[in-house]
């Protein structure tokens, strides 16, 4: 974690990155314009106009809207703040902060936008009253190990808590509160391609555990692949209701991760199909992604398909 400085007055110096990020601070001349303000280690501002709100897509805004929601919002950022990295030329902020373009269109959106480098000393400072918090995923490690519980403690009821998954490009995926180490898990989403991860996910954590799923018929309950008391209250979290779930968007979410063609082979009754892979995934409470081998056989004829789903040894 980068060396800060902590003055008594770490709350106004705050409390003024917010004005200048909503265009009224006395550090240049208020003109109501938004900013990204970067707040380095050494209390110095660095500031980076929001993008014209009139400038930025539908798509973009939309995509904002979808996780931030349709209220302006007071998104506080966790990156690597170090000036001379943000002042090297050429592209130094972008590769101290591959989010800034992303950060410049929501503050130009109508967000309130302020970035610190997480240090414990102004770890509830700097997220006091916030609705949003951003962490870059490559800043986690130097996070203090209960950092989860003081944001939560300091942010506005109802925060929100993103990671800005380096690993997968522009990915924001939120994460939430757990009583499991290291206090945080990612958050479930429902349907057939998050529970398809989901499935997989339980299925990786053991060489030889196997699973099937056919068209038309319930998909398997997790909790029956599984006796480990610390996946079955991971699998107690799950939003799903399985009997909703649709047997065959999930084969197909599975052949999608393993590049196999959407309509998979011309099979004929009896013909079974087999394919190697290794799945991504990402465990809960781990920001990195690991790799897992899977066996699956295809089998079936038009749209009643079965596909056997095992874990192979490494």
């Known amino acids: 974690m980068l060396e800060v400085e902590a003055p008594d007055d770490l709350s106004a110096k705050f409390a003024l990155a917010r004005e200048t990020a909503a265009g009224r601070g006395s550090v240049n001349p208020p003109d109501g314009k938004p900013r990204v303000v970067i707040i380095t280690p050494g209390l110095a501002f660095v500031q980076y106009p929001g993008v014209p709100e009139d400038i930025i897509t539908p798509s973009a805004l939309?995509?904002?809207?979808?996780?931030?929601?349709?209220?302006?919002?007071?998104?506080?950022?966790?990156?690597?703040?170090?000036?001379?990295?943000?002042?090297?030329?050429?592209?130094?902020?972008?590769?101290?902060?591959?989010?800034?373009?992303?950060?410049?269109?929501?503050?130009?959106?109508?967000?309130?936008?302020?970035?610190?480098?997480?240090?414990?000393?102004?770890?509830?400072?700097?997220?006091?009253?916030?609705?949003?918090?951003?962490?870059?995923?490559?800043?986690?490690?130097?996070?203090?190990?209960?950092?989860?519980?003081?944001?939560?403690?300091?942010?506005?009821?109802?925060?929100?808590?993103?990671?800005?998954?380096?690993e997968k490009q522009n990915n924001v995926v939120e994460v939430i509160s757990s009583p499991q180490s290291p206090g945080w898990r990612w958050k479930i989403v429902d349907g057939e391609p998050s529970y398809a991860h989901c499935l997989l996910t339980i299925l990786g954590r053991e060489a030889g555990r196997s699973t099937t799923l056919s068209s038309g018929k319930p998909v398997p309950d997790p909790r029956t692949l599984t006796t480990d008391p610390v996946e079955l209250e991971w699998i107690s979290t799950f939003p799903f209701q399985y009997d909703r779930l649709d047997a065959s968007a999930v084969i197909a979410a599975i052949l999608k991760m393993a590049r196999v063609p959407d309509d998979g082979p011309r099979l004929i009754p009896g013909l079974k199909s087999h394919y190697s892979f290794d799945a991504r995934l990402t465990e809960q409470g781990e920001s990195g992604s690991s790799f897992c081998p899977f066996r699956l056989t295809l089998s079936g004829f038009g749209s009643k398909r079965h596909l056997e789903v095992t874990r192979e040894e490494f």
């Not at 950022?77 to 170090?82: E, V």
């Not at 951003?134 to 003081?150: H, K, N, T, Y």
């Open 62 to 166: 939309a995509g904002l809207k979808s996780w931030l929601g349709p209220e302006n919002r007071t998104v506080t950022f966790i990156g690597f703040t170090f000036l001379p990295g943000l002042m090297e030329k050429p592209g130094g902020a972008e590769k101290c902060i591959p989010y800034l373009r992303q950060l410049m269109i929501t503050s130009g959106a109508g967000h309130n936008v302020v970035v610190f480098e997480g240090n414990p000393s102004r770890f509830e400072t700097g997220l006091r009253d916030s609705d949003v918090l951003l962490i870059d995923s490559g800043m986690l490690p130097f996070l203090q190990p209960d950092w989860m519980s003081v944001a939560l403690r300091v942010m506005r009821p109802g925060a929100r808590v993103f990671f800005c998954v380096r």
